[in-house]
C-alpha cells in the first residue's frame, strides 16, 4: 500500500491564482513526521515544512499555508497568489519512528505557474 | 542551519567504470545518512541508511554489492556505484541526521546526476 499518495500528478495555473497541492498518507505509528519538499528543475531538495503527529496546527509562512488534518490523513499544501518561480516538482514525505524515520516520499506534483 | 555537501554534482562516464559519490555534513556531526536514488520524472526512493562506523542498511532490492556505501567517520558517507551500467543512470541523493533521535531533521545534499554511457 502506497504510504503517501499525492493523487494530482501534474498541475497548471496561472499566474496569481492560489492552488492546492493534495496529500493523503497512511500510517498505524501514532508517533510520525510529514513533510513538504520542493524541487526546482535544477534537482535539489528545498526543505519546507517538518510537522509532527502531536502538532495538529495549521500553518502559514508568507504565501504557504499547510493544513493537517489527522481524520483524513491529509497533509494539504497551499500557495496563494502563485508565481512563476514556484514553478517545481513538491514531494510531500512521511516518516515514521517505528520506521527509523525513514522518509517515504511521494510521487510528487509538477506544479506549472503560467505567466 | 546544517548544511550537507554532495559531490560531485554531475558525473558521466564509460559503461564499467566505477563511480564514488561522497556525502559530507559541513557544520555538523551526522550519525546517520541516507541515500536516495531518483529516476527521471519520478519519486526519491531510499537505497540505504548508513550509521557510522557500522555496516550500511540496504532497503529491498538494492543490491548491497552494486552499491558500497561506506560512513567511515561522523561527517563522510561514500557511495559507490560499482561497474556501472547505463541502467545506473540516475539523481543520487544524500540526507544527514544530526543525531540518533528522531526528532532531529534530516538535510539534504544537492545531489548528484550520474550518467553513464
Known amino acids: 500500500a502506497q504510504k503517501v499518495t499525492q493523487a494530482q500528478t501534474e498541475i497548471s495555473v496561472v499566474e496569481k491564482e492560489d492552488v492546492t497541492l493534495d496529500c493523503v498518507y497512511e500510517?498505524?505509528?501514532?508517533?510520525?513526521?510529514l513533510f513538504w519538499y520542493k524541487q526546482p528543475p535544477s534537482g535539489e531538495l528545498v526543505f519546507l515544512i517538518r510537522?509532527?503527529?502531536?502538532?495538529?496546527q495549521n500553518e502559514i509562512s508568507g504565501r504557504y499555508s499547510w493544513n493537517f488534518q489527522k481524520s483524513t490523513s491529509s497533509f494539504n499544501f497551499t500557495i496563494t497568489a502563485s508565481q512563476v518561480v514556484d514553478s517545481a516538482v513538491y514531494f510531500c514525505?512521511?516518516?515514521?519512528?517505528?520506521?527509523?524515520?525513514?522518509?517515504?516520499f511521494g510521487k510528487g506534483t509538477r506544479l506549472h505557474i503560467l505567466p | 542551519g546544517a548544511v550537507v555537501s554532495q559531490h560531485p554534482s554531475r558525473v558521466i562516464c564509460k559503461s564499467g567504470t566505477s563511480v564514488k559519490i561522497e556525502c559530507r555534513s559541513l557544520?555538523?556531526?551526522?550519525?546517520?545518512m541516507f541515500w536516495y536514488r531518483q529516476f527521471p520524472k519520478q519519486s526519491l526512493m531510499l537505497m540505504a541508511t548508513?550509521?557510522?562506523?557500522?555496516?550500511?542498511?540496504?532497503e529491498q532490492g538494492v543490491e548491497k554489492d552494486k552499491f558500497l556505501i561506506n560512513h567511515a567517520s561522523l561527517t563522510l558517507s561514500t557511495l559507490t556505484v560499482t561497474s556501472a551500467h547505463p541502467e545506473d543512470s540516475s539523481f543520487y541523493i544524500c540526507?544527514?541526521?544530526?543525531?540518533?533521535?528522531?526528532?532531529?531533521?534530516?538535510?539534504f545534499g544537492d545531489g548528484t546526476r550520474l550518467s553513464i554511457l
Open positions: 548508513s550509521n557510522e562506523g557500522s555496516k550500511a542498511t540496504y
Open positions: 557544520d555538523f556531526q551526522a550519525t546517520t
Open positions: 510537522r509532527n503527529s502531536f502538532d495538529e
Open positions: 500510517t498505524r505509528d501514532t508517533t510520525y513526521y
Open positions: 540526507s544527514a541526521r544530526t543525531g540518533a533521535l528522531s526528532n532531529q531533521p534530516q538535510h
Open positions: 514525505a512521511l516518516s515514521e519512528r517505528n520506521r527509523d524515520d525513514k522518509i517515504i
